[in-house]
T-cell receptor, first 115, second 113 residues
């Protein structure tokens, strides 16, 4: 079946603009995660969804970052008033149930560049 | 807190050489351990995993054994190929949390013919 998809694959924006990143998880996966991959910080967890609720938002770096998930499926990560330090690759992953031993399947990522 | 430490890269080997990439972890409770791989131009994908102490994960000739006594999960392969050139990430998922992964900093492997 289809894997995790993300759009857009690349996004270039100007400092101060808002951006929306989309993730479409594997069908039937109840758990969805957002991570960020940057040169200075490596791979960092941002937020976890179980169904439509987000019981763990502890990795969101500031209140400019928010995310939602609707219908237990598609998720959108929104960054308001983007800053240059937000430039990174944003990765989405899904797993069957969100258990510790579950395999997470990653999407190809969205490369965000803030000018 | 939970953390993962990997050996610094890059690691450069000749084809058919033996590979070890060291990974140690700090965690409360009993985490599951993973190796993910990122090939050039591709997304992150699971290489292997182990969910309890003394388990051995294996895939594509790679192996790693979950060692609770040394809090380690070292990745090994007996004979590397050029196609194994990639970035390798060790990660843990703590069972008391939400399944979220905590990654090491990644180790770049370059295999030369």
């Amino acid at each position: 079946g289809a894997g995790v998809s993300q759009s857009p694959s690349n996004k270039v924006t100007e400092k101060g603009k808002d951006v929306e990143l989309r993730c479409d998880p594997i069908s039937g996966h109840t758990a969805l995660y957002w991570y960020r991959q940057s040169l200075g910080q490596g791979l960092e967890f941002l937020i976890y969804f179980q169904g439509n609720s987000a019981p763990d938002k502890s990795g969101l770096p500031s209140d400019r970052f928010s995310a939602e998930r609707t219908g237990g499926s598609v998720s959108t990560l929104t960054i308001q008033r983007t800053q240059q330090e937000d430039s990174a690759v944003y990765l989405c992953a899904s797993s069957l149930a969100g258990l510790a031993g579950d395999t997470q399947y990653f999407g190809p990522g969205t490369r965000l560049t803030v000018l | 807190g939970n953390s993962v430490t990997q050996m610094e890269g890059p690691v450069t080997l000749s084809e058919e050489a033996f590979l070890t990439i060291n990974c140690t972890y700090t965690a409360t409770g009993y985490p599951s351990l993973f190796w993910y791989v990122q090939y050039p131009g591709e997304g992150l994908q699971l290489l292997l995993k182990a969910t309890k102490a003394d388990d051995k994960g294996s895939n594509k000739g790679f192996e790693a054994t979950y060692r609770k006594e040394t809090t380690s999960f070292h990745l090994e392969k007996g004979s590397v190929q050029v196609s194994d050139s990639a970035v390798y990430f060790c990660a843990l998922s703590d069972p008391s949390n939400t399944g979220k992964l905590i990654f090491g900093q990644g180790t770049t492997l370059q295999v030369k013919p």
